[in-house]
């Protein structure tokens, strides 16, 4: 039998695996968190029983853990692969355009993986699901963005300000634009993206 030797999962779980996390995601993205649950995971999966969810993944928690992770890697890719070859790791003022601009854009191309994010960030107290989504996931939405302000001022590409509260601009911008295209599919994301880098790139900007 195949096996993916990195995990020691055969094909088949491999891809029963994926199927349940697919599910997943789609079922977070219609409900809510607080509403995602291993019944409503079966009915959305085709399973025979909620026991397959609980022989791949144990409990709510580590399939939470498993969702984030496959909603973060699919992000991160996205990220990377818009960024390549569009800008210069030294350029931290075109950086930050590019991210921004990839940001909004990543709203209309994967939507149930932004709903994770904005639900799981906002995800309150579950006895059975994972108490760490929360900060986790405000990690990711904008602790390597603080870092990379922090960096950009160290080396003068950024003017004074703090880096956590622009960060957190950043991030509610973008979430603003999120909410906006929920209400208007036909949004043009092409251009809230490119004038949100150009209001940041000024607010950000060192003084000359």
């Known amino acids: ?20 996390i697919g599910a997943t995601i789609a ?16 009915e959305k999966a085709g399973l025979s029983s909620t026991r397959i969810i609980s022989y791949h993944f144990t409990n709510k928690a580590g399939l939470m853990q498993a969702v984030l992770s496959t909603v973060s890697d699919i992000k991160e890719r996205f ?6 070859g569009r800008t210069d ?15 909004v854009a990543f709203l ?13 960030g906002a995800a309150g107290e579950d006895k059975d699901g994972w108490p760490m989504a929360k900060p986790v996931v405000e990690q990711l939405r904008v602790g ?22 622009m ?21 043009d994301l092409e251009r809230y993206g490119t004038e949100l880098a150009d209001l940041f790139e000024r607010t950000t900007r060192a003084s000359a």
Request: a negative charge.
């Open 167 to 187: 960060a957190m601009a950043i991030r509610q911008a973008v979430d603003g634009v999120a909410a906006q295209l929920a209400a208007d599919p036909e949004l």
């Open 79 to 84: 990220l990377t692969e818009r960024a390549a």
């Open 108 to 120: 209309g191309a994967y939507p149930e993986c932004v709903r994770v994010f904005l639900e799981m």
């Open 27 to 42: 079922t977070i993205g219609e409900l809510g968190y607080a509403k995602t649950s291993f019944a409503r995971i079966k």
């Open 144 to 165: 390597q963005l603080t870092r990379q302000l922090t960096q950009g001022q160290r080396e003068g590409a950024f003017g004074e300000f703090s880096p956590a509260i």
């Open 89 to 103: 790791p030294a350029d931290r003022r075109g950086m930050l355009r590019e991210y921004i601009a990839s940001e």
């Open 1 to 20: 039998m195949d096996h993916q030797p990195e995990f020691g999962l055969s094909v088949t779980e491999a891809a029963r695996r994926a199927q349940i």
